[in-house]
């Protein structure tokens, strides 16, 4: 069984069987992939008409497997890549399944597996609208932060991210990065997936944004559609010496990139307790539940 390392000439295969079924968890999404496989094995293999792609940690000693993608037989994968993981000693996990996924592996490889819920994985949905205008009791504060800001700075403007600015917005970018006096090993390995999602962003299918002032960059955003009516917000970045930056380029974003998608997927918290609360703010509609198949020993 060969497992291929994920690349970004990897794009289109990976992409035509994500695209075979409605997928809304971000995990298996190329950008993501793409941009954290520097920090941790990526990897796929093409088996039974299905695509598997296969994860391991640096500080896991086993790897795992995402729910197989495309329309073959997918029990049959599964059961392929389970006697590959034991007959090389290794512990078989099926993470990030999706409610329909747990479903199915439950139906079709019933008493197998022990499966739970992991919360610090779940994605946060929002309404498109919601976030661009703001309106409501709930988003009360997140609308007077970006009055605030737009009251500070009238004169902003919002350009999209292309090949000719990818480089400026990266350059940005280090200067804060290497200003932040608590960098962490996440944050290292998030770099490394934003230079080089900014320096192949003609050959990604992201959009981006960028907020200047006074013709300086004061914040970015990395996107990409992830099925017919939602996108996933990858990455956001900004300068925090400019008030309600983060509320701004939130919304300019969407305004102006993604305003006909009715979904925003703003991704997981990972158990973070000041990133879970700040998700919570902006009022999630409901979240993408993902769960983790252990097999039973």
């Keep these: 069984m060969q497992f291929l390392p994920i690349n970004i000439y990897s794009k289109d295969i990976v992409k035509s069987f994500f695209d075979m079924q409605r997928i809304e968890a971000s995990d298996m999404l190329f950008g993501n992939l793409y941009i954290w496989h520097f920090s941790r094995d990526i990897s796929y293999a093409i088996l039974n008409d299905c695509l598997v792609i296969k994860t391991k940690f640096p500080n896991e000693k ?19 890549v389970m006697d590959y993981f ?10 990030s399944l999706e409610p329909y996924q747990k479903y199915e ?8 597996f022990d499966i739970s819920p992991n919360r610090d994985r779940f994605d946060y949905i929002y309404n498109v609208s919601d976030l661009i205008n703001l309106n409501g009791r709930k988003l009360h504060s997140k609308k007077n932060h970006l009055n605030k800001f ?27 990065f290497n200003k932040n006096p608590n960098i962490t090993d996440g944050l290292r ?6 230079e080089s999602a900014l320096r192949n962003f003609n050959l990604l299918d ?3 944004g960028v907020i200047k002032i006074d013709n300086k960059i004061a914040a970015f955003t990395l996107g990409e559609q992830i099925n017919s009516n939602s996108v996933v917000i990858h990455i956001e970045k900004a300068n925090t010496f400019y008030e309600g930056i983060y509320q701004a380029i939130n919304q300019q974003f969407l305004c ?10 703003r991704e997981e918290d990972l158990g973070i307790e000041g990133l879970r609360r700040a998700k919570m703010t902006y009022n999630p509609i409901r979240f993408v539940e993902k769960f983790e198949a252990v097999l039973k020993e």
Excluded: C, H
């Design 62 to 80: 086993y790897p795992f497997i995402f729910y197989p993608l495309g329309l073959g037989d997918r029990q049959k994968t599964i059961k392929d």
């Design 86 to 95: 034991l007959s090389n000693n290794m512990k078989f996990a099926i993470k």
């Design 105 to 112: 592996l439950e139906k079709n490889m019933p008493n197998i």
């Design 150 to 176: 737009l009251n500070l700075y009238p004169n902003f403007v919002y350009e999209r991210i292309d090949s000719s600015n990818a480089i400026d917005v990266f350059e940005s970018y280090v200067e804060w």
């Design 189 to 194: 390995n998030e770099f490394v997936g934003i």
């Design 206 to 208: 992201m959009k981006g």
């Design 256 to 265: 102006n990139e993604w305003n006909k998608m009715e979904f925003v997927n």
